[in-house]
């Protein structure tokens, strides 16, 4: 068996895991990452693109943030609407601070040239990997890669391997503490080579059902509408989703709408999921390997960053001899935010969905929710602060 040995060996080559490797790179901390997948699918993935602000200035401490300035797009606001109402949230005149559209897709490329810069080892094509002696001085992790099976051995494990991957189910299953909500319905998604509905995002309640309309760049968007868990991405033509579309946003933003051929169209389930704890010895999750939140409060990046930036220098300073205080207080600090994002998520997915078999109260309640917005600062103020990032 060829045996490899590291300081912190990553499972999962996406986001977190990349960043991650990034800052304990730049601190002198030697990193292998293992990733199940090619690179050419890891790039292909459609995700988030909505980044907290102290998402930003953490890749910009990575190294990695030149080009997210230059072709990145700053938001000052975005717009809460119920049918024609539509409530500005003006996140720089409410907190001072505004967040970034710019692809998770764009994140992850500008990651793996860092990466491939510095030198980083990142495997990919990996299976069936195993982590073992976690309660030991060292750690390995096993896989199997190109037919032959390897070891890496290492001080620490970070599992960035996602909800599906192998890190959280190697905490044994009677010490894990697990939480779920599951949304019954998704959201079609598409990408259109066309010009933005809005200069800001819009988050739209209506008696149709809900929509987004978000972008990537000037000619570039990507826009959403609540579906049924049925549906399929076949059921859905470019014109029905653009009919239901332009019916759910205000006239006032349809009236501006350009329609086009899509590029990618999918459809995603909404969950809330949370696994607690985040550390197990050696180990310690990141990123949706122990949380998963609804799109709709443009979280789930930006909760990994926060994970990565309570987790890399308690790990630098663990490899480094200067204490544990770091890695023992991570799964405590990491949650603490972590439930506070759920909580915003949560709300927001109540306050802009429509659910099935709902009675007339539940509407009402939306309806409440948005007048309210629309007439208190201090409600604004609240949504802008957790919308723009709670501090780390």
Not at 238 to 264: M, Y
Request: proline content about 4%.
């Amino acid at each position: 068996m060829t045996v490899l040995t590291t300081q912190v060996a990553i499972i999962g080559g996406g986001p977190s895991g990349l960043l991650l490797s990034q800052l304990l790179n730049n601190a002198g901390v030697e990193t292998v990452i293992l990733e199940r997948s090619t690179r050419e699918h890891v790039l292909s993935r459609i995700r988030a693109g909505i980044l907290e602000w102290g998402t930003v200035e953490l890749l910009r401490e990575a190294g990695v943030g030149a080009r997210m300035d230059s072709e990145g797009i700053p938001h000052d606001g975005c717009y809460m609407t119920d049918d024609e109402l539509m409530v500005h949230i003006d996140f720089k005149e409410l907190t001072g601070k505004r967040v970034m559209v710019y692809g998770q897709t764009e994140v992850t490329r500008d990651l793996y040239q860092a990466q491939d810069a510095a030198g980083t080892t990142v495997l990919h094509g990996v299976s069936d990997v195993e982590i073992h002696d976690l309660d030991q001085t060292k750690s390995y992790v096993e896989f199997t890669r190109e037919g032959a099976r390897k070891r890496l051995e290492c001080l620490y494990v970070a599992g960035c391997d996602g909800f599906h991957g192998v890190s959280r189910k190697t905490i044994p299953a009677e010490k894990r503490r697990e939480f779920e909500r599951v949304y019954p319905f998704g959201w079609l998604g598409i990408l259109s080579e066309t010009p933005p509905v809005n200069d800001e995002l819009i988050y739209s309640n209506s008696r149709h059902g809900f929509a987004l309309a978000s972008m990537r760049n000037a000619n570039l968007v990507r826009y959403y509408v609540q579906v049924p868990l049925s549906d399929t991405v076949e059921d859905w033509s470019d014109q029905r989703f653009w009919d239901a579309f332009s019916l759910r946003i205000p006239s006032e933003a349809a009236a501006h709408l350009v329609t086009g051929p899509s590029i990618e169209k999918s459809i995603a389930p909404l969950r809330s999921f949370v696994s607690e704890p985040l550390r197990w010895g050696n180990l310690f999750l990141v990123g949706d390997s122990a949380h998963i939140v609804p799109p709709t409060g443009a979280k789930g990046l930006n909760l990994a960053a926060s994970d990565v930036y309570y987790l890399y220098s308690a790990l630098i300073d663990a490899v480094k001899g200067a204490g544990t205080t770091g890695i023992d207080a991570y799964s405590t600090r990491a949650l603490a935010r972590i439930w506070k994002a759920m909580r915003f998520s949560w709300q927001m997915t109540t306050m802009m969905h429509r659910f099935d078999g709902e009675d007339a109260f539940a509407e009402q309640m939306r309806k409440a929710t948005l007048a309210h917005l629309a007439t208190s600062e201090a409600a604004r103020r609240d949504l802008a602060e957790n919308y723009i990032g709670l501090p780390f």
